[in-house]
């Protein structure tokens, strides 16, 4: 049979030969509503590789972007991975040291950025040490005045070359994109995505199953591109020629119910943040999107409160389970013969599990020793991955990260069930060790949040003289909502095993990271010294 290197530009390509006026659609940084197509999405991505060609961008090379989810980000991507330079997606939402040091580490060569970020990356261009030249994503008449190095808007940019070019070819092992996990602990650690692993993950996730969009389908990823590889759907959409809506930067509940309505969109995929300032805006305008077939929630636990929402307003939501070292795709929820005919409290309890491993995902848990544990839904094990886009090791770090199988530890604690449903119980460094046992935090927040008069919720551990460690509970209260410590253990009794409840309940405010998680590691810091009820001091005097 033919060789065909899986090469990612080849995606856009299809995409402009077989869907040429299917719509990319942007609410645009700048303000107003956007419309192109995915013909005009290929020829300005040949300008990108062009200009970048032309300013002596060679293959290996990163080139970073600090952008929105809008059309012009979509055609650098194509633009960057087609010379085979790397594309490398920042998270605007780090601290600004963080964007300095990934900036740094990568070697970013040249950076295109919203026109949003122009007074942070001034700030820290003086830092910079390898950036010879910022792209602005604007026009002429827009561009900012800027001390910028080699600052230009990123129309003029382009429009200095003719679009008459040619991908470059090279092998399908070839690096195409560079990705930084936002550790909550030391440095940011870099996935770089083989142009192999892209399109591999892509024909995954196009699975019926795993998110499976059709030519007919409209997408709607809230998910950032810069969010570990955008969830695979800035490849999955050209490939099968969905529509795609591009919300830029407003992610508030009124906006994106907005634009999924005016749009008729009929799949969107997000984290669960926002999507519960989407249920907040439909629930309290009582409104209804009737063309949304499916709302994919990842990233965190989604609490089954909200699963249940969405589906009362007749919206099928179902979780995925991944991450940025995977591609990130690692497992769906969708409910899969028996569990179909599911309805009721039943239904949302096995929705409530991360799902099952695709084709080209394969899961063991094991213990501390890595001995395997029993797929049995009970026995919780450190869970491991290998496939055809899981990590092999880190970007410019020569740790092995695979265990002598392939496989790779993702830090993350679950069971697996006999009909392979995984449920995530907790990262590894937040489980909660009470006398030698596991409490999973995850499973205390997602009874916790059905009570009434909460918004979110985070089990944390906190030290206890006697077990080792006890559960804390954070709670943020619903605006304008009460509930008392006594209101919240009353309401968690009978729901939970015994040993489980919480020794102490605070009501709080709880904060998040910069794709959305719980930042227990902040809850931990902000109550290490919290004293529970019947212990003198947390420091083991009691
Ligand atoms: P990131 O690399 O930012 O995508 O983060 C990956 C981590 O997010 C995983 O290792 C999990 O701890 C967590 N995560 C992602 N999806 C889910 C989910 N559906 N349920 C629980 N945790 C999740």
């Known amino acids: 049979m033919q060789e065909w290197p899986l090469l990612c530009h080849r995606i856009i390509d299809h995409a402009a030969t077989c869907h040429p006026d299917r719509e990319v659609v942007t609410r645009s940084v700048e303000g107003p509503i956007h419309r192109t197509n995915y013909g005009q999405i290929r020829k300005r991505a040949l300008k990108v590789a062009q200009r970048l060609d032309g300013d002596g961008i060679l293959i290996g090379d990163r080139v970073a972007t600090l952008a929105w989810n809008t059309w012009r980000h979509l055609e650098i991507w194509y633009g960057i991975m087609g010379i085979g330079a790397v594309c490398h997606t920042i998270n605007p939402r780090l601290f600004p040291e963080q964007i300095a040091w990934i900036i740094n580490h990568a070697r970013d060569r040249v950076l295109l950025a919203d026109v949003s970020f122009v007074p942070l990356l001034e700030k820290l261009a003086s830092q910079l040490e390898f950036v010879e030249r910022f792209v602005i994503l604007t026009d002429c008449d827009r561009m900012p005045i800027t001390s910028l190095r080699g600052a230009i ?70 998910v950032p591109l810069f969010h570990a590889n955008s969830w695979g759907l800035a490849f999955h959409a050209p490939m099968v ?7 830029g930067a407003k992610l508030d509940g009124a906006s994106v119910y907005e634009l999924l309505r005016d749009e008729k969109v009929t799949f969107t995929a997000g984290v669960p943040t926002v999507w519960l300032m989407l249920q907040q805006h439909m629930e309290s305008n009582n409104l209804r999107l009737p063309a949304l077939r499916q709302l994919r929630i990842g990233g965190a636990a989604p609490p089954p409160t909200m699963i249940e929402a969405f589906e009362r307003m007749g919206i099928a939501a ?42 080209l995902v394969e899961m063991k848990i094991t213990d501390d020793s890595g001995e395997r544990l ?26 092995r990260v695979l265990d002598k199988e392939g496989y790779f530890d993702t830090g ?44 979110e919720a985070a089990a944390i551990a906190v030290s206890h003289p006697k077990w080792g460690e006890r559960p804390l509970l954070i709670v943020q209260l619903k605006p304008g909502l009460a509930a008392t410590k006594t209101d919240i253990l009353s309401f968690l009794e009978g ?34 010294n919290h004293s529970l009820p019947g212990t003198s001091d947390s420091s083991g005097n009691s």
């Open 153 to 222: 808007a990123y129309e003029s940019w382009i429009d200095s070359v003719n679009g008459d070019f040619a991908w470059k070819s090279f092998d399908e092992n070839t690096a195409a994109g560079l990705c930084y996990t936002s550790g909550t602990t030391g440095n940011p650690k870099g996935v770089l995505y083989s142009h192999r692993s892209n399109v591999l993950h892509s024909l995954m996730i196009a699975q019926a199953d795993v998110i499976g969009l059709s030519c007919n389908d409209t997408v709607l990823p809230v």
């Open 241 to 247: 020629g969905s529509k795609i809506v591009f919300p």
């Open 318 to 359: 179902t979780q995925g389970w991944g991450m940025t070292e995977m591609g990130p795709v690692g497992s769906m929820g969708a409910l899969k013969h028996p569990f179909e005919k599911l309805t009721g409290a039943e239904r949302i309890a096995q929705l409530s599990s991360q799902g099952v491993a695709p084709f």
């Open 374 to 399: 029993p797929h049995d839904g009970r026995a919780f094990g450190r869970l491991k991955v290998r496939g055809a886009s899981v990590v092999k090791a880190y970007y410019g770090l020569d740790d």
């Open 412 to 455: 993350d604690v679950a069971t697996i069930d006999e009909h392979a449903y995984m449920r995530i119980a907790d990262r590894s460094k937040d489980v909660i060790k009470s006398g030698g046992e596991w409490i999973s935090s995850i499973e205390i927040e997602n009874v916790v949040t059905a009570h009434p008069s909460v918004l």
């Open 495 to 528: 729901k939970i095993a015994k040993w489980w409840m919480p020794d102490d309940v605070v009501i709080d405010s709880i904060p998040h990271t910069a794709t959305g998680k719980i930042r227990k590691s902040e809850l931990r810091e902000r109550y290490r």
